[in-house]
Every structure is written in structure tokens, then in C-alpha cells.
């Protein structure tokens, strides 16, 4: 059996000396290297932006969202959106595991892989469902995790796909969890979706009785869901792209002072200033989104004189996994409400 790089090098076709997730091509070539896991796949959850990108250039079609996804993989070894840059991630039952992987993982084990499908060899055989409402994709095939590839057992206590739904943006909360001090006031814009809602629960649990979290949407139906869970202190039917606006109603509902936090989590492009007028001095700016410009952000933030740290959107921080599944664990309402939405 060959010996395989903990970082997935060894499967980099093109350009050679890049890492697996930057890369143009890679090899999915189903037979493992000795310290990789080889997965069953059963359901693919594919990111938010990459979905929507894909599921416009199908006019809506499920047909043709095959083709393009089928193309993506055929083409490049794996799911990366060639538009957005972004994947997603799977669950799927370990099948095989190499004689010098390091880990805890047993034949058999179902998990979720925490890594993006953007870096992840894959192969579809099959596309059996396509649930467009959820991002979901049921598939027959497989897919390699490397060695310093993360993942999170599915808990007994939670349905499959419930979990999954969770998972997938479980950087989102976790982040939120770090970030947030007691008497924050926190800005949500995307709050109705599904890292937004999240994001909002885990905000006021941190931010606490004095904080004042605020959960922006762009959709009626988005911002009546966060309403309905109630965890908010503000909800604002808004544009995410008109950054004026929102600066216009984070200065009335915070008396002029604006946020310490404010977090991204839209799907749709140029966003950035509405979260960057939204921010006080000195305050913080976490871009979830994988819909983000960096170069849009850190030269708007320049053009508007905003002294102000932004974040990327890094899907890992410690115990994000736990913490998101405690959420679920913890509010009944909110695993209700994704369960109806999401499982």
C-alpha cells in the first residue's frame, strides 16, 4: 500500500505543489493510501452559496443540477464549485481504513466529515435525490478522508440528517461562542437561515440579559422564522446589500453605537459594507459567507475609514461539532424547527 502525505498532497494532479483544496484537479481514484479512510457516501450537503450558484445556472432544473455536479466531480476529483470555490461536506459509513491512519474511527462507524467537499476525493456513481429546499444530495458513491481530515461521529441521539443539517455549518456557532462577550450587541444579518439561526440562539445565550442581539433577513418568511424561535431582542426585514439601510437601523436601535459583532451569514455577493457600516470602532466583523469578496471587505473597510478586525470564515474552531449539536440538544424549539426544515 502507498504511503500518503497527512495533508492529501499525494493526490494533487494539477498544479503539483499545492495543497488538495486549492487545487484544479485532483485524484479520486478509489483505492487508499495507508493513512487514509475510505467512506460510503450516502448524502452530500452541499454549501449554501456553491447550491444556490449551481441551482441558478440550472434555471431550477434537478436534471440539469445533476449534470453540472456530476460534471464538477468528473472534471476536477472532487466537488469544488469552480464559481464560488466552496463544497460542503457528507456523511457515509467508513469501509476501509489504511494499516497507518491515526485515529479512532472502526469499519462500520458513521460519520460526518468536518473538511470541505472541496478538498475531499470523490466519486459519484449515482445521484439518487436532490432535495433543492435543503441543499441536500442522497448519492451512491464514495469519498477519501485523509489523515488530518476532521470529522464527527453521528450521535445516537439525533437523526442523521438532522445532524447533518447542523454539522455543516457548525463553525458558525462555535465561532459565535468565542467571539461573544455578556453585554454584547450582536448584529445577525442572514438571522432566518440555517447558520443565521443558529448564530442568533448561541449570540444571546453569550451576550446574555444586558446584550442586544439584532437578526437581520431579506425574506418575510427567513425573519418570521427567527421571530418564531424568539431569541432575538431586534428583527429587521432589510436588504442585506444595502448598506446604508442597515447602517441607517443599527444606529437607531442601538442609540448610535452599532455593534462589537456583527456576523455574516448570507449567501449572496456584496454584502460586505452593509456588516462593515454595522460595526462599531474598534469592533469585529465575521464573515461566515462563503459568498464573501476579502478584497471587497478589506478595501471597502479602508474606503469608509473603519478601524475595525475582520475574520474569515473558517468552518473549524475547537469543539464546533459539540458545540452545535448542544444547541440541539438544548433547544428544543430550535431542533424541532430543523427538523421540519432541514430532516
Known amino acids: 500500500m502507498k504511503k500518503g502525505c497527512?495533508?492529501?498532497?499525494?493526490?494533487?494532479?494539477?498544479p503539483k505543489g499545492v495543497l488538495p483544496q486549492p487545487a484544479d484537479v485532483i485524484d479520486?481514484?478509489?483505492?487508499?493510501?495507508?493513512n487514509e479512510v475510505?467512506?460510503?457516501?450516502?448524502?452530500?450537503?452541499?454549501?449554501?452559496?456553491?447550491?444556490?450558484?449551481?441551482?441558478e445556472q440550472a434555471n431550477h432544473d434537478v436534471e440539469e443540477i445533476k449534470k453540472i455536479m456530476l460534471g464538477i466531480v468528473e472534471k476536477a476529483g472532487k466537488h469544488k464549485n469552480p464559481v464560488t470555490g466552496s463544497g460542503g461536506m457528507l456523511i457515509g459509513t467508513v469501509k476501509e481504513i489504511g494499516p497507518a491512519y491515526e485515529g479512532d474511527l472502526k469499519v462500520g462507524d458513521k460519520i460526518a466529515t468536518l473538511v470541505s467537499l472541496s478538498l475531499t476525493p470523490l466519486k459519484i456513481d449515482e445521484i439518487i435525490?436532490?432535495?433543492?429546499?435543503?441543499?441536500?444530495?442522497?448519492i451512491k458513491g464514495q469519498a477519501i478522508l485523509f489523515q488530518s481530515g476532521l470529522y464527527a461521529k453521528l450521535p445516537t441521539d439525533i437523526p442523521e440528517g438532522l445532524a447533518l443539517s447542523a454539522l455543516d455549518v457548525a463553525g458558525a456557532p462555535a465561532q459565535t461562542a468565542k467571539f461573544v462577550k455578556p453585554g454584547d450587541t450582536v448584529v445577525v444579518i442572514g438571522g432566518g437561515g440555517k447558520s443565521g439561526l443558529l448564530v442568533g440562539y448561541e449570540a444571546k445565550k453569550r451576550a446574555g440579559v444586558t446584550g442586544n442581539v439584532i437578526v437581520i433577513d431579506g425574506f418575510d418568511k427567513s425573519l418570521d422564522r427567527a421571530k418564531k424561535l424568539g431569541y432575538a431582542d431586534h428583527y429587521v426585514l432589510a436588504d442585506a446589500t444595502d448598506a446604508v439601510g442597515i447602517y441607517n437601523k443599527v444606529m437607531e436601535l442601538t442609540d448610535g453605537k452599532l455593534a462589537d459583532l456583527v456576523i455574516n451569514c448570507v449567501n449572496i455577493e456584496n454584502t460586505e459594507m452593509s456588516c462593515i457600516l454595522a460595526c462599531k470602532e474598534h469592533g469585529l466583523v465575521y464573515f461566515f459567507s462563503m459568498a464573501t469578496s476579502f478584497t471587497k471587505a478589506a478595501l471597502g473597510a479602508e474606503g469608509v475609514g473603519k478601524d475595525i478586525d475582520m475574520i474569515v470564515g473558517n468552518g473549524y474552531c475547537n469543539g464546533h461539532a459539540e458545540i452545535t449539536l448542544q444547541i440541539l440538544r438544548e433547544s428544543e424549539s430550535i431542533r424541532k424547527m430543523f427538523q421540519e426544515l432541514y430532516a
Request: cysteine-free.
Open 6 to 14: 497527512p495533508y492529501g498532497t499525494h493526490r494533487v494532479i494539477s
Open 28 to 34: 479520486n481514484t478509489m483505492e487508499i493510501y495507508d
Open 38 to 55: 475510505l467512506i460510503d457516501v450516502q448524502t452530500l450537503n452541499i454549501d449554501s452559496a456553491s447550491f444556490t450558484q449551481i441551482e
Open 129 to 138: 435525490e436532490i432535495r433543492p429546499d435543503i441543499d441536500q444530495v442522497d
